[in-house]
């Protein structure tokens, strides 16, 4: 039931915090130090999957296509493993070349979207007769670990989110997130491709989200949703953000999208210049992703090309950043993290956004129109 919350995407946006905890719970060793005989992360996976890993391609759809994305730069970034994302409905009919030595992993929290399962059959049946190099190697990531995929793929891990109602992915994604850190810090660990004291770092902050996340909700619900008037008459949104942010951009524009039927666009803060900047105007409002790290300063750069044509601007950011406090005309605040950790916080408050501006219009927010909770058809 709700218990107590007016709509189960806003009690499933609360229980982010948990969903983040439940993982660190179920994977991660409370006592690892750098001193440690073994690993930080046990994801209870077949060691033959990453044996002589050359190259990791992940098939997925929608928000779990975005948490992809996040993947992407951390198992590069982190662990130094070339890596591809496909939308699998576009895999299935144009699948990449077959290399060596590659993992395939299947994102899908329902474990039944059509597209990702027939992307995975496809890779196991051309693969299945292929030398030892090319055999098929295959990991789920679901949070419906008696689905469908799990009988297409034995090697899963469980992001333990409980069941989503809302159709629009919120701890789901948060759990898919979680899978993904984790894989990526243990790929990081084994192939030692950051130093002890940095993976120490970032398990160590790592430990302190869930509680960042509970502040991130307490400080910043009420003010969204008073922010969120503002936008009742909105026709079009643009979201940018930069680096890991980008899919964060993405995925806030999604649930815009999903749940307000406001038109919005995700864009790396980068394009913004190369097209869709002839958008703008001051109807046009731009949120931007602004962590502290490698594309602040470029992300606060692209955010006042915006302002230039007028665009109110509402960033998502550091309070204590001043330069970031005189770019903004209004501010999403969130916690200071490593900018590698920075999605966990950055999607709330676009989570929230859109959530308050679809409540406020007075749609179902719960149950979209055109939209089901798991796509089994094609
Ligand atoms: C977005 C949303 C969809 C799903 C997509 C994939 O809020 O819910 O975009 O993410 O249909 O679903 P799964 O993860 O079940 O494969």
Not at 163 to 187: C, H, N, P, R, S
Not at 277 to 291: E, H
Not at 347 to 365: E, F, K, N, T
């Amino acid at each position: 039931e709700k218990q107590g919350f007016k709509h189960f995407m806003l009690k499933e946006i609360y229980e982010q915090p948990g969903v983040v905890r439940t993982c660190l719970e179920n994977y991660l060793d409370e006592q690892w130090s750098p001193d440690s005989a073994a690993g930080p992360i046990k994801l209870g996976l077949d060691p033959s999957l990453f044996q002589d890993l050359e190259r990791i391609q992940i098939v997925a759809c929608g928000t779990s296509w975005h948490a992809s994305l996040v993947g992407q730069y951390l198992l590069e970034q982190l662990a130094g493993v070339p890596t591809v994302v496909q939308y699998a409905s576009e895999f299935r009919y144009a699948p990449t070349p077959l290399t060596p030595n590659t993992l395939t992993v299947g994102v899908t929290q329902s474990g039944e979207t059509a597209d990702t399962l027939a992307a995975l059959e496809m890779e196991k049946q051309r693969r299945s007769e292929l030398s030892d190099e090319f055999r098929p190697r295959l990991l789920g990531i679901t949070n419906r670990p008696e689905s469908s995929l799990s009988r297409l793929v034995p090697q899963i891990i469980d992001t333990h989110a409980g069941i989503e109602i809302g159709v629009a992915a919120t701890k789901t994604f948060a759990a898919q997130l979680m899978a993904f850190y984790l894989l990526a810090l243990d790929l990081t660990y084994q192939r030692q491709s950051q130093s002890p004291e940095r993976l120490a770092a970032i398990i160590g902050e790592l430990r302190t989200l869930p509680a960042l996340l509970e502040l991130v909700l307490e400080s910043q619900e009420r003010y969204v949703e008073t922010l969120a008037h503002d936008f009742v008459e909105t026709q079009d949104f643009i979201y940018i953000g930069r680096g890991i942010n980008f899919p964060i951009a993405l995925e806030g524009a999604l649930k815009l999208k999903e749940i307000s039927y406001i038109h919005a666009e995700g864009y790396p803060a980068g394009e913004m210049k190369h097209g869709p900047i002839a958008l703008l105007d001051a109807k046009v409002p731009v949120v931007a992703i602004a962590m502290p790290g490698s594309v602040f300063e470029k992300v606060l750069s692209n955010a006042q090309e915006a302002k230039a044509r007028d665009a109110r601007l509402i960033g998502v950011t550091p309070m204590n950043e001043q330069e970031a406090r005189e770019t903004f005309d209004t501010l999403l605040p969130v916690p200071a993290v490593d900018e590698i950790l920075s999605p966990l916080v950055t999607m709330v408050p676009l989570q929230l956004l859109a959530y308050h501006i679809s409540a406020i219009r007075g749609l179902d927010v719960d149950q979209p129109r055109n939209l089901a909770k798991s796509v089994t058809v094609e």
